[in-house]
């Protein structure tokens, strides 16, 4: 069977929002639900839906996830848990594609598995929906969407119940995990800048 071809971005290109994003968590006291390790990039929306990029080796990559409200592919245990039909998540995937399939620390069950292999992502061919729309993930991470960053960031004191500037938000995507205290200070005020700045810059443990 063949994989199906995924358009969204690139791990490198994924960076700056994941780590801006992880950022603001980090600076108002969220950093267990976005966040950076050597080895992967974790993402929870902090209502049970959650995303993992987790790196094998370089140009070796696979996003793994789960949306408990919208996924209809059951996978592994989930489909004996559910009683429903297993979908085979890896069909036609190659065999590296599964070298990390644990959903800890953010989930129980795999929705989707995706394999980026230098030059694209793709995915098995199933026909039901396995949850990564309506998860977001790549929209909440991109410059050209900053509702999730400006959410995050707009209750912090020092902005006097203003949003933050929607240029100094772009700044810390395009500062691509490589984010300034005075750049991070002017979206936050108030806040840990240090523990920001920190979670943002573990994003560059990985080259990509």
Request: with cysteine.
């Amino acid at each position: 069977m063949s994989l199906v071809k995924v358009n969204f971005l690139s791990p490198k290109e994924l960076r700056g929002g994941w780590a801006a994003l992880a950022a603001v968590m980090a600076a108002r006291g969220w950093g267990d639900d976005v966040y950076a390790t050597g080895t992967q990039w974790l993402y929870h929306d902090g209502g049970g839906n959650w995303a993992c990029l987790r790196f094998k080796e370089k140009n070796k990559s696979i996003l793994i996830g789960h949306d408990h409200e919208y996924t209809e592919t059951f996978y592994g245990k989930a489909a004996e848990y559910f009683e429903e039909e297993e979908t085979d998540i890896l069909a036609g995937a190659p065999d590296w594609w599964s070298f990390d399939l644990n959903p800890m620390p953010h989930g129980e069950w795999i929705g989707f598995v995706y394999g980026w292999d230098g030059e694209k992502w793709q995915r098995s061919n199933y026909d039901k929906d396995d949850g990564f729309e309506s998860l977001d993930l790549i929209g909440g991470l991109c410059i050209e969407d900053l509702e999730s960053l400006r959410l995050y960031a707009q209750d912090a004191p020092g902005l006097n119940g203003n949003p933050p500037n929607d240029n100094d938000l772009k700044a810390l995507i395009l500062a691509d995990a490589n984010i300034t205290r005075e750049q991070l200070e002017v979206v936050t005020p108030g806040w840990d800048i240090d523990a920001g700045v920190a979670a943002a810059r573990r994003f560059l443990e990985i080259n990509v």
